[in-house]
């Protein structure tokens, strides 16, 4: 590759070559022999579901992230819904939440009868904006749920102050954050609830899955019973006690997680130090070297370490030629499987519909003005060496290509021959 400066190297969405032949997905599981020996020895034992696994997978998860429960369901979205639940939100209920995320955050509030209120976000992290937040509690505020975008936790000594001063709960949406860190503590035992997901592209996966973790044993008892029927003991103790008396004392759901999951969250989770480590050395090469480029990386407040779920960056839209949908588009055509995070919640039309007036277009500027912008690089433990070398590669050659002339930078095309 020879490419001087000035000659750019043809797009592959103009009929240039792509960086890659294969495409590179934004994030995707990694299983070793281990992972998948521990549920094959599941598939061969007595008890598919609520057997011996979920309790153990349950202490070692709240002991490795520092809280003292933690209460496995069916997914991510699950969790949240019996964090709702467990925080008494009723019809009537405010929950004040961010825009900039997974349709689930805000549908929780929903599925529990009370109001979802949006507050906008800080302009560096993208996470719920305090000083929004402080202008939107009220007497209805009964819960606050953060969520900590990309893998940066939100500001929650603040949020956790609001939210006692009109005796709100405080949830945490971790889904992107196991293993972060805030003021030296990790993400699971500081909010009064936390809430964690096992999809797939999540840092542990248990094919779905979720967690939600507490430090208070009502809370815990409640999702407990929540995430089976809202029944008072188990199947298994059930057996084991030869009773048959069980009573129903709330309405809950069919939200458990299976033992065949929970083996391989217990495996997963010893690999969980290596994967943070990895993805944080891959989110420093990319800030080191997209740096020049007319993109702004993700920031990183001092008092955090992010775990890394999202790498997304921002587009400088003023020094470039086309929008977010044509660099886009030119990144997915080099075979990078690059994607956006998110379209705010209040712009889908369940929420434009349903909310009308109260939270349409141009109501949280500093969300919408990112998601005209954002673009999710893969981010994945597993990715290798090359893999994030041509992340990198396409980035710059698509960028260049579609930099205004004197924004151009001078090294674009010409990356790899120094
Ligand atoms: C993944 C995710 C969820 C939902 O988790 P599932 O396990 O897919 O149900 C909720 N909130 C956020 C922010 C997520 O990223």
């Known amino acids: 590759m020879n490419s001087s400066p000035t000659k750019l190297e043809a797009l592959a969405i103009n009929g240039g070559r792509s960086v890659r032949e294969k495409l590179l997905p934004y994030g995707r599981q990694k299983l070793d022999e281990e992972d998948i020996q521990v549920a094959v020895d599941v598939l061969r034992s007595d008890w598919l579901t609520t057997g011996p696994k979920v309790a153990e997978f349950e202490e070692a998860f709240a002991a490795w992230v ?3 429960f933690a209460v496995s369901f069916s997914s991510g979205t699950a ?6 639940f467990a925080a008494g939100l009723k019809p009537g209920d405010e929950t004040i939440t961010t825009p900039l995320t997974f ?9 529990q009868g009370a109001t979802p209120v949006f507050a906008d976000v800080c302009d560096d992290t993208l996470n719920l904006d305090p000083r929004e937040v402080g202008r939107k509690v009220s007497a209805r505020t009964k819960a606050i749920i953060a969520v900590d975008y990309a893998g940066h936790p939100a500001a929650l000594d603040e949020l956790r102050e609001i939210a006692a001063s009109v005796g709100a709960t405080l949830i945490e949406d ?11 503590k990790r993400v699971g035992g500081i909010a009064d609830m936390t809430v964690f997901s096992f999809h797939p592209v999540k840092h542990l996966t248990t094919g779905e899955g979720g967690m939600v973790t507490t430090n208070d044993v009502r809370w815990a008892e409640i999702l407990r019973r929540f995430r089976n029927h809202g029944i008072s003991s188990g199947a298994r103790e059930r057996q084991e006690s030869g009773e048959w008396f069980y009573e129903m ?3 809950g759901f069919n939200y458990r997680l299976t033992d065949i999951g929970c083996a391989l969250g217990i495996s997963q989770l010893k690999k969980l130090e290596a994967n943070l480590t990895r993805r944080r050395e891959i989110a420093a090469q990319y800030s080191r070297e997209l740096r020049g480029l007319p993109v702004r990386v993700p ?20 020094a470039l030629s086309v929008g977010r949908r044509e660099i886009f588009r030119a990144l997915r055509a080099e075979n990078i499987g690059v994607n956006v995070h998110y379209i705010p919640v209040h712009l889908h039309p369940y929420y434009r519909e349903r ?15 990112a998601y005209e912008q954002l673009i999710s690089l893969p981010m994945f433990h597993s990715m290798t060496g090359v893999d994030v070398e041509d992340a990198i590669e396409a980035v710059h050659k698509v960028i260049g290509n579609y930099a205004r002339e004197s924004e151009r930078p001078s090294a674009a095309g010409s990356r790899r021959s120094g």
């Open 66 to 68: 520092g809280a003292r």
């Open 79 to 84: 969790a949240l819904h019996g964090a709702a």
């Open 103 to 111: 349709c689930a955050t805000a549908n929780c509030v929903l599925y």
């Open 174 to 184: 971790a889904c992107h954050s196991l293993g972060a860190e805030y003021r030296g």
């Open 249 to 251: 004392s709330l309405l």
């Open 299 to 318: 920031a990183v407040r001092d008092e955090v370490l992010p775990a890394w779920h999202l790498y997304p960056i921002r587009l400088d839209l003023g």
């Open 355 to 369: 909310f009308a007036g109260m939270s349409g277009e141009g109501s949280y500027l500093v969300a919408e003005k």
